[in-house]
C-alpha cells in the first residue's frame, strides 16, 4: 500500500496541496480532505473512460489514429488548437508550439470565461496577492456573482474564513459580503447579502464608489440603487465595510462576467478596488474553474507574452480578442485539435455547429459529447492521477500534480509530442 501524504487535487483552480490518498495494488482506495467534488474526481477516475483510439467512430490503434490526426493536421491551412484547461503546463507548451509550427490559432477555455479580467487590467491601478494573504490578513471578503460553496467547497474553509497568522479566530474576526442575483448558502454566512437585479453589477459598483469616495457623485447613489433594486442604506453599511478594511479582497465570479453587462460589470469593479485602494488595501481575484486554466494563462504568456487566443497565421503571434479567440475563428479555421477540453458540450449552439463541420482531433481520458463527434479521438492518462505534471492555483502558485496510480494510456504532453515529431519531419 502506498500512501500520498500531499497529494495535490485536480479538479478545481483551488488545487488543494493537503490531500491524503491511498493506493493499493494500484487502486485508489481511499481519499481524505478532499471535498466532495475532488473526492469524486479521485475515487471515480475509472468511470466513463475512452478505452480504445477512434477513428471515425471505429475502433482503431494508436499508431492508425496517430497517423490519422497527423494527416489531418498537416492537411490544415489553419487549423485550431483549443482547451488546454484540464491538462498540465507540460502539455499546454507543446501544444502551443505545435500550433505555431502549423501556422494556426491556439486558445484556451479562458477566452471565453475570465478574457476580460485580461483586457481591462492594464486600464487600472490593481495589486496582486496570493490565497495564503487572504488567509493571513483579509478582515474583508467579498463574493460577487459567485458561490464557492458550489464550486470550489475548500475555499472558505482554507481560506476564505480559516484561521490566519493576522486573522485568528478565522470568520468572527472577518466581514464576509455577498453581492448576487440569487440567494445562496453565503447568505447565512455573509453579514452583508445585496441581493441585485441581473446585469446591474455596475451600478452597484459606481453607487460604492460614490459612498467611498464622497463629493459630487453622492447625487447619484439613490438613483444607482434603484436602478440595482437595493437599499441605499443597505450600500452604505457595505460601503463603510469596505472602507474601514485593512486588507480586503473581491472575489468575482462568472454571474458578473459572463452576465449581460459582463464589460461594464468587471470595469466598474475593477475601478471600484482602484477608489478603495486611495484609503485602504484591497485586492481583487477572479475564481478560475478548471484546475489549470491559471497554467494554460502562464504558458501562453511565456511563450508568447498574449494570455490566450493567439493566432500565428500570419506568421508571427498575434493577439486580437474579438478577432484571434476560438469562438472567432471557427469560419476561418479548417480542422481543430481538442485537448483538456469538451467545446460541444459548452460553446454556444451556432458555434458549436461550425467546430462539428470540420475535422476534429480529441486528446480526451473520457467519453464526451465532442469525442461523440470527433474525427480521431485519441484516450490519455488523466492529469494528477495517471500523468504527473505543473499546474498553476488560481493566484498563480505552481503545484506538482503527481502520479498517483500507473494507467495504460499515453498522458497528453506524450501524444502531443508524437503530433510534433511527425510534423517537424514532414
Not at 8 to 25: H, N, R, S, T, W
Not at 352 to 375: G, H, N, Q, S, W
Request: overall charge negative.
Amino acid at each position: 500500500m502506498t500512501v500520498f501524504e500531499a497529494a495535490v487535487c485536480p479538479f478545481c483552480a483551488c488545487l488543494c496541496d493537503d490531500i491524503v490518498v491511498q493506493v493499493e495494488e494500484n487502486e485508489i482506495k481511499d481519499v481524505r480532505n478532499a471535498c466532495a467534488l475532488g473526492m469524486r474526481k479521485l475515487l471515480s477516475y475509472k468511470e466513463n473512460r475512452l478505452e480504445t483510439p477512434l477513428v471515425r467512430g471505429e475502433a482503431r490503434g494508436y499508431e492508425d489514429a496517430l497517423k490519422e490526426a497527423i494527416e489531418i493536421l498537416k492537411g490544415a491551412d489553419k487549423p485550431l488548437i483549443y482547451g488546454l484547461s484540464s491538462t498540465g503546463c507540460g502539455a499546454q507548451t507543446v501544444a502551443l508550439r505545435l500550433a505555431r509550427r502549423l501556422g494556426g490559432v491556439c486558445d484556451s477555455t479562458e477566452s471565453l470565461c475570465h478574457n476580460l479580467f485580461h483586457t481591462l487590467q492594464p486600464e487600472f491601478n490593481l495589486f496582486y496577492t496570493t490565497l495564503d494573504d487572504v488567509k493571513d490578513k483579509a478582515d474583508v471578503v467579498v463574493f460577487w456573482g459567485c458561490n464557492p460553496v458550489h464550486s470550489h467547497p475548500r475555499h472558505l474553509s482554507k481560506f476564505s474564513y480559516s484561521e490566519g497568522r493576522f486573522i485568528p479566530k478565522g470568520i468572527t474576526d472577518r466581514e464576509i459580503v455577498c453581492v448576487d442575483v440569487v440567494t445562496s448558502e453565503l447568505d447565512k454566512i455573509a453579514k452583508w447579502f445585496l441581493r441585485i437585479r441581473p446585469g446591474k453589477d455596475a451600478a452597484v459598483c459606481r453607487a460604492l464608489q460614490a459612498l467611498v469616495g464622497g463629493g459630487a457623485a453622492m447625487k447619484s447613489v439613490k438613483a444607482l440603487a434603484e436602478e440595482a433594486g437595493v437599499g441605499v442604506e443597505d450600500l452604505s453599511r457595505v460601503a463603510e465595510t469596505l472602507k474601514n478594511a485593512s486588507f480586503g479582497v473581491i472575489f468575482y465570479g462568472l454571474g458578473v462576467a459572463a452576465s449581460e453587462n459582463a464589460r461594464d460589470g468587471v470595469a466598474a469593479l475593477f475601478s471600484l478596488v482602484e477608489t478603495l485602494n486611495e484609503t485602504t488595501n484591497f485586492a481583487i481575484f477572479p475564481m478560475k474553474g478548471h484546475f489549470n486554466v491559471v497554467g494554460a494563462v502562464m504558458t501562453f504568456l511565456r511563450e508568447t507574452g498574449f494570455p490566450f487566443g493567439v493566432d500565428f497565421s500570419g506568421g508571427v503571434a498575434r493577439f486580437e480578442p474579438g478577432k484571434t479567440t476560438a469562438l472567432d475563428v471557427l469560419e476561418s479555421c479548417d480542422a481543430a485539435l481538442i485537448v483538456g477540453a469538451d467545446p460541444l458540450a459548452s460553446f454556444p449552439k451556432e458555434k458549436a455547429k461550425l467546430l462539428r463541420k470540420m475535422p476534429l482531433i480529441v486528446l480526451d481520458p473520457f467519453e464526451t459529447l465532442t469525442v461523440e463527434a470527433a474525427t480521431v479521438a485519441i484516450p490519455t492518462a488523466l492529469t494528477g492521477v495517471e500523468a504527473e505534471e505543473t499546474a498553476y492555483r488560481m493566484d498563480c502558485l505552481p503545484l506538482k500534480l503527481e502520479k498517483l496510480v500507473e494507467g495504460n494510456m499515453p498522458s497528453d504532453m506524450e501524444v502531443l509530442l508524437r503530433l510534433q515529431d511527425n510534423i517537424e519531419k514532414a
